[in-house]
């Protein structure tokens, strides 16, 4: 089975940075797109940032500039880095990943982590 497990995740102060990891592990071969969700108290997930295998990166305006995400294809991680952060940021972040393995490819989900931002 495939596991996603997140890191980085904690508590910073507004204007500070913050990275996330997430590494997928188990019967895997190897990752296709990547990416981060993030979900707030009271609303809905929403989209953070991807990538592609090929290194196409897309963003939501919010962060556009601010975030960077990256990853290393041989270890089946993704990366987030967080700079600037605002009140605003606040929220459980999710990975995700597309993973090719033995079978069809599924998309794959972590725990989430927790990134809280003070004024």
């Known amino acids: 089975q495939v596991q996603l497990v997140e890191s980085g995740g904690g508590l910073v102060q507004a204007g500070e940075s913050l990275t996330l990891s997430c590494a997928a592990s188990?019967?895997?071969?190897?990752?296709?797109?990547m990416g981060w969700y993030r979900q707030a108290p009271g609303k809905q997930r929403e989209f953070v940032a991807s990538?592609?295998?090929?290194?196409?990166?897309n963003y939501v305006g919010s962060v556009r500039g601010r975030f960077t995400i990256s990853r290393d294809n041989a270890k089946n991680t993704v990366y987030l880095q967080m700079n600037s952060l605002k009140p605003e940021d606040a929220a459980v972040y999710y990975c995700?990943?597309?993973?090719?393995?033995?079978?069809?490819?599924?998309?794959?989900w972590g725990q989430g982590t927790q990134v809280t931002v003070s004024s």
């Open positions: 995700y990943a597309l993973v090719v393995g033995p079978g069809p490819n599924k998309n794959a």
């Open positions: 188990g019967s895997i071969f190897s990752t296709n797109d």
């Open positions: 990538i592609s295998s090929g290194g196409k990166t």
